[in-house]
């Protein structure tokens, strides 16, 4: 219901969003396991990430909105050009800042913080912003389950047996970020895995 009402042109992100509460809910009745407790918990957890969200989004507008008045994206630009090895120097750095922050911060907060900060480097050395697009959202994927702050890691912990300790989940999980990591750099190297089918959608 996400992906085909974003890709037919049916509903906004935002609004796919919501169709997928409801395809949620309509999975959750068709097997009867939708119950008043279920729903209640499920939406003061709904209101609790959304408050916490705002906050991070109100921040992060007033980080832009001084960082615009500044005129400091020039600056930034003109010091991204001193990292040695030229523009793939630069999306290297951008990579690895992006994935510091996905281990402490919001998706969201840091699309809002880094996005305008970074995407003009990206047009000045000619990279694709859909390409960059692409690298952006994977890492933001690797940093949320990278020790010792990635979020998902948390997550499992709440759903583990008790004998399971966060030292096993760190362990465990290794392997995922290597692969992972194998994956961004194969993305980057070859730019055509994320531009093709786009290209030839749209």
Not at 152 to 157: I, Q, V
Request: charged letters at 5%.
């Amino acid at each position: 219901m996400v992906m085909g009402a974003i890709l037919g042109g049916i509903a906004t992100p935002t609004e796919a969003a919501a169709l997928g509460v409801v395809g949620a809910v309509i999975a959750t009745v068709v097997h009867k396991k939708l119950t008043w407790s279920i729903f209640s918990e499920a939406s003061r957890n709904t209101l609790k990430q959304t408050g916490m969200i705002m906050w991070i989004i109100f921040a992060a507008h007033c980080f832009n909105a001084a960082y615009q008045s500044m005129q400091a994206s020039q600056l930034f630009i003109n010091l991204m050009e001193l990292i040695p090895g030229g523009a793939w120097g630069t999306i290297i750095f951008i990579q690895i800042t992006i994935f510091i922050f996905a281990m402490v911060l919001d998706p969201v907060g840091i699309m809002m913080i880094a996005l305008p900060v970074y995407l003009p480097v990206i047009n000045v050395f000619g990279f694709d912003p859909l390409w960059f697009g692409i690298l952006f959202i994977i890492n933001l994927q690797i940093g949320y389950m990278t020790p010792p702050f990635g979020f998902n890691l948390f997550y499992t912990r709440s759903v583990v047996p008790s004998s399971i300790t966060m030292a096993d989940i760190y362990i465990g999980v290794i392997p995922f970020i290597l692969i992972s990591l194998v994956g961004l750099g194969i993305v980057m190297i070859f730019p055509e895995i994320a531009t093709w089918l786009p290209a030839k959608l749209f």
